[in-house]
């Protein structure tokens, strides 16, 4: 098995990327802290900025909408959830329009996932919670409840 890494002359993302997603084998997603949301062509050495978030959103973690299951013809991923240190979790077009924000958590939201058919979404909140939502968005249940620990208590305890 052979690893090939290859540098580019000039970065396309000017700050930390803090999360990646594939859509096909030669196609992925990334997200960084300077805001952008940047395509990439694997075959093709292609990149391209899909959208520039507003500067208040630092994303944390990328997951796009599973592919249909059961069907002879997979179609592509279409749209993706992306989290972030605001409280919010972003459902967003494979063309890179911002469909819903939605206030998830007190914090930052650490975690998103799709369940496999696409019906629900289970985020994990800074705030010591788990929340599944519905694929519009909508808060369906909070699954479990943890308050945050503090360190300074924790260790004053020892």
Not at 5 to 34: F, M, N, R
Not at 49 to 57: G, M, S
Not at 109 to 132: C, F, H, M, P
Request: charged fraction near 25%; include cysteine; hydrophobic fraction near 35%.
């Amino acid at each position: 098995m052979r690893l090939k890494i290859s540098l580019l002359k000039e970065p396309k993302h000017q700050e930390l990327v803090s999360c990646v997603g594939w859509t096909t084998a030669e196609e992925l997603y990334s997200c960084s802290d300077d805001h952008q949301i940047v395509k990439w062509n694997l075959l093709t050495s292609e990149t391209s900025q899909i959208v520039k978030l507003p500067d208040d959103i630092y994303p944390i973690d990328l997951h796009w909408f599973p592919k249909s299951l059961g069907t002879k013809k997979q179609t592509q991923a279409e749209s993706f959830v992306l989290t972030s240190s605001d409280g919010k979790f972003h459902l967003i077009s494979k063309l890179g329009r911002v469909e819903k924000s939605v206030e998830a958590h007190c914090g930052a939201v650490l975690a998103g996932r799709w369940n496999y058919e696409g019906t629900a979404l289970v985020t994990v909140g800074e705030d010591g919670q788990i929340k599944i939502w519905s694929k519009a968005g909508m808060l369906r249940s909070t699954l479990a409840q943890q308050a945050p620990s503090r360190l300074g208590e924790n260790q004053s305890q020892n």
